[in-house]
């Protein structure tokens, strides 16, 4: 195929302006003016075996073999013999074709609608439309889309013109919106974020386990500070998933492109057999498929649907690519509103009130009347909280993921456990678990300029988050005893609606006993 590109606008100009509507890197090489309705055709300044001829509804350029027809018919002409010429393949049409169908997009068909697709199908035209992408006319009264500008391919046998179509943003000062054909097999491209990540799907587990059993034995647990074990066993976590498991990104690639796809599309960029290229499509298409039966089988609504919703989110990103854009504040910026508001002024007497409390916790610690040591973690606590712990959630600061913690080995499990006891009887934690990632996500319908339309997440460590598990496990049964029946918050199978029910039994209640005795009574 030659290289080229032509642009198709819609114009009211007269015979005598229409050279002054130039575009730079484009030759006008058609124009049919009119007080009403006209149409101009530009094609790209390198291609010079352009051939335009003209006609009622359309305009066709014919460059190396290949033809396109611009096609403008006016709402008010219906298509009766005036339809576009019939050429021989390749072709495509393209323009404003001003014709209703549910095909593409419209909710009914009228009798333009009809006629073009019988005409459509009785040439073997193929429609290029895809209904997630957005209409290529927007109304600016209505504010509803339509697509009136359609793109029809031609076919040869049994194949099809590979092509695609990509609706563009809005163009100034015009309702439609600019359409990008390109012509040529061409296979979807996802650009994906910078950042490294680890690949769990191809993780040697095992491996993994056994090296980070041989590293934690090297680690002392009691006899060095509290901050240089953890060190120590941060390293050893990041040493074994280094050997075991694949870290890195693609910053463009091809979903479910495996090796026999990326054979026939080689074969098909040399030769450029279409037999070739619809084999690579059919087992592209076959990859995909399988792809999202295993993703589909494997989603898990009853515990978290965060993924699933992700994944849904997701879909149609091959046709419009997630980019990376630039934040309208700077991070400088809203953590010094954070700070700020984080500040909140406390009361002279409840800090007294709370310091006199700590020293007498304190002398009483000391004078032996306070006994607070608890027993030491077992490991079988450790592992109900890791089985309770959900995958695929965020790393804090220190960077470990849960994924990593949920395949250590029983020594690893023995040292963690062991670990988070020593933590607990000194009552200290590493300096590593005080700090946290804060993200800032701007508030929807807000202006993003000011840093105060922003909602700061913090992500904390999964270790720490581990150990509040396993401090949970020992003080829930306490919790469910000496708490109150009335109460819903915080409590595992009851919920906001419980205080709305027995609010409103209470309030019906009132209702009834003062009814009986007639006093008003007034609802809030």
């Given amino acids: ?32 003016p009119d007080p009403v309705y006209g149409r101009v055709t530009y094609v790209r300044s390198d291609i ?5 001829v003209s006609s009622t509804f359309c305009d066709v350029i014919n460059v190396g073999g290949f033809k396109i027809v611009n096609v403008y018919k006016p709402p008010s002409v219906h298509w009766d013999k005036d339809f576009p010429p019939a050429l021989e393949h390749p072709v495509l049409y393209v323009g404003d074709f001003n014709s209703h169908h549910p095909k593409w997009g419209y909710a009914d068909s009228n009798t333009d609608g009809d006629t073009l697709l019988q005409w459509a199908s009785g040439n073997k035209l193929t429609l290029l439309h895809d209904a997630k992408q957005d209409g290529t006319f927007h109304s600016a009264r209505w504010k509803k889309d339509s697509s009136p500008d359609l793109c029809w391919v031609s076919s040869s046998a049994s194949h099809c013109q590979p092509a695609q179509q990509s609706v563009l943003q809005d163009f100034p000062h015009s309702q439609h919106r600019p359409v990008l054909t390109q012509i040529g097999l061409k296979l979807p491209i996802i650009h994906s974020s910078p950042r490294l990540r680890w690949n769990f799907r191809r ?6 386990s056994n090296t ?3 590293s934690v034995v090297t680690i002392p647990s009691h006899s060095i500070p509290v901050d240089i074990a953890y060190r120590r066993f941060q390293g050893a976590i990041f040493k074994a ?4 498991i694949p870290c890195g990104r693609r910053p463009i ?29 059919e087992s592209l ?5 399988k792809c999202w039966e295993e993703t589909t089988a494997n989603m898990d609504f009853t515990r978290s649907s965060r993924r699933c919703w992700g994944l849904i989110h997701r879909l149609g990103a091959a046709q419009k690519p997630t980019t990376q854009a630039q934040p309208a504040v700077s991070a400088n910026a809203v953590a010094t509103h954070l700070v700020r508001v984080a500040k909140v002024p406390l009361e002279i007497g409840h800090q007294r009130q709370v310091r006199n409390e700590w020293r007498q916790f304190c002398h009483q610690k000391i004078t032996g009347q306070l006994n607070d040591s608890a027993e030491p973690f077992q490991v079988s606590e450790l592992e109900t909280a890791l089985e309770n712990m959900k995958s695929g959630t965020a790393a804090g600061y220190d960077n470990i993921l849960p994924e990593l913690l949920k395949h250590m080995g029983p020594r690893a499990k023995l040292w963690f456990t062991s670990f988070f006891s020593r933590v607990v009887h000194e009552k200290r934690i590493p300096q590593t678990w005080r700090q946290a990632k804060i993200i800032a996500i701007p508030k929807p319908g807000k202006d993003h300029s000011v840093a105060a339309n922003y909602r700061p997440i913090s992500l904390l460590s999964v270790c720490f988050k581990c150990l509040e598990c396993l401090i949970l496990q020992r003080i829930k049964p306490v919790l469910e005893e000496s708490t109150i029946v009335e109460q819903a918050s915080f409590r595992s199978g009851r919920s906001t609606c419980d205080q709305v029910l027995a609010l409103s039994l209470h309030s019906l209640k009132m209702a009834s006993s003062l009814n009986r005795k007639r006093e008003p009574f007034s609802w809030i």
């Fill in 1 to 32: 195929m030659p290289c080229f590109a032509a642009d198709f606008f819609r114009t009211h100009i007269a015979d005598h302006v229409v050279g002054r509507y130039s575009i730079d890197g484009f030759d006008l090489v058609l124009a049919m």
């Fill in 48 to 52: 010079a075996d352009a051939h335009v």
């Fill in 203 to 208: 993780a040697d587990w095992a491996l993994f």
């Fill in 212 to 214: 980070l059993e041989k």
């Fill in 241 to 244: 998933a280094t050997k075991s």
């Fill in 253 to 281: 690639y091809t979903p479910c492109l495996d090796e026999q796809c990326q054979a026939l599309l080689e074969k098909y960029e040399v030769s450029g057999d279409p037999d070739i290229a619809d084999h690579l499509i």
């Fill in 285 to 289: 298409n076959a990859a995909r498929c």
